[in-house]
């Protein structure tokens, strides 16, 4: 298995590259699928600080889980793959750390702040 | 609106949900979308689907639980099955998967081109298997055809009552016995073109013939 580490920096710099050609490449140049995805990981996205303040042991896992899934279909894979590795780490024993917890928390708080200006950009405002 | 191919989503994740419909719609699909097993249960019920892709990972139930329990039902014995997962990666759940069927074990992220493709694939085989049953069963009602002029032929050349004035070697008589020999050649065509359709549809994997269910309780489906 890949070093959490490794995963959690790649994960970090992705973060900070979010562009509307990325966004656009995941989801196959479908405007109105990302708009819907975007919409929908808005309203996602302000629903995890609270489910990750304290979650308990078997909620943690799956929390990391419907997170990988959303930034997944999104295309941040290098995210994806971090929540993945953490979820398989959960699932096998291992302890849930807070760090980990503040690693999710910091790099989805880079990524909505992202997506929020993506999502106002001209290129993706819905034919009339 | 004609017969469409009919696709069981079962996923509970809604951005899933939605790469997924965006990926796979298209005019000849019909794609329902349940967020459970208990759900995915009820719809198999009052549909006649044709493909399942189910995620791993629900909330009630595991996916291979669920595909093992659509397993049992009749129609639904030689279904494909895709397999959908962002966690169960190891080998032994693939190998679980695909010995209940999967025809494939997919890895999320899933770009939508890919699913697209790998469906796309499944419904051109389901609407040739659909064409050649139909093939089949036009093959077997002309076999019954011509196997009962066939007959009538056979007993009327036989009766020389039926054929007024006509004696051994005659116009008539010889036209009868070429028609009967041009049928019973027409005949053995068409047998063997009918077991050479059976043979194929044999190794392909959908029901033979469609379901006949009453719809029932359609409210849930979200498609």
Redesign the interface.
């Known amino acids: 298995m890949e070093s959490k580490d490794i995963l959690l920096a790649a994960a970090r710099q992705e973060a900070q590259s979010i562009d509307l050609d990325l966004l656009l490449r ?3 140049g ?1 405007k ?2 990302l708009r ?2 975007l919409k ?2 808005q309203r ?1 996205s302000a629903k995890y600080p609270d489910l990750l303040r304290d979650p308990s042991p078997d909620d943690f896992p799956r929390i990391v ?2 997170l ?3 930034v ?4 941040f ?1 290098r995210f ?1 793959s971090f929540l ?1 590795r953490l ?2 780490g959960l ?1 096998q024993g291992e302890a849930a750390l807070p760090s980990d917890r503040e690693a999710i928390l910091s790099i989805l708080e880079q990524a909505s702040i992202q997506l929020k200006k993506i999502s106002t950009q001209p290129e993706l405002k819905e034919e009339t | 609106m004609g017969e469409r191919f009919s696709i069981l989503v079962i996923d509970d ?4 949900q ?2 997924i419909a ?2 796979i719609s298209g005019p000849d699909r019909h794609v329902v979308q349940a967020q459970s097993g208990a759900e995915a249960r009820g719809l198999a019920r009052n549909h006649d689907f044709a493909l399942f892709l189910i995620d791993i ?1 629900l909330p009630d139930v595991d996916g291979f639980e669920i595909a093992a329990e659509l397993r049992t039902i009749e129609e639904y014995r030689s279904i494909p099955i895709i397999f959908i997962t ?2 169960a ?1 190891q080998p032994e759940f693939m190998f679980r998967g695909y010995e209940l069927g999967a025809i494939d074990y997919l890895i ?2 899933i ?3 890919i699913l ?1 493709g790998k469906v796309d694939a499944i419904t051109s085989l389901y609407w040739m298997n659909r064409l050649l049953q139909e093939q089949l069963e036009r093959a077997e009602r002309l076999t019954e055809a011509l196997r009962e002029s066939c007959e009538a032929l056979s007993s009327y050349g036989l009766d020389s009552r039926s054929l007024p004035g006509s004696s051994p070697g005659s116009a008539e008589k010889q036209n009868i016995e070429k028609l009967l020999a041009n049928n019973k050649s027409l005949l053995l065509k068409n047998h063997d073109l009918q077991q050479k359709h059976a043979a194929i549809l044999a190794t392909i994997a959908f029901p033979k013939t469609k379901k006949k269910r009453s719809p029932k309780k359609l409210s849930d489906t979200r498609s």
């Open positions: 995941a989801t196959g479908h109105n699928l819907n995805l929908i990981f996602n889980h419907a990988s899934n959303d997944g279909a999104l295309g894979y994806a993945g979820e398989t699932r | 994740q809604e951005m899933n939605a790469v965006e990926a990972m962002s966690v990666m999320r992220p770009h939508p081109a697209r």
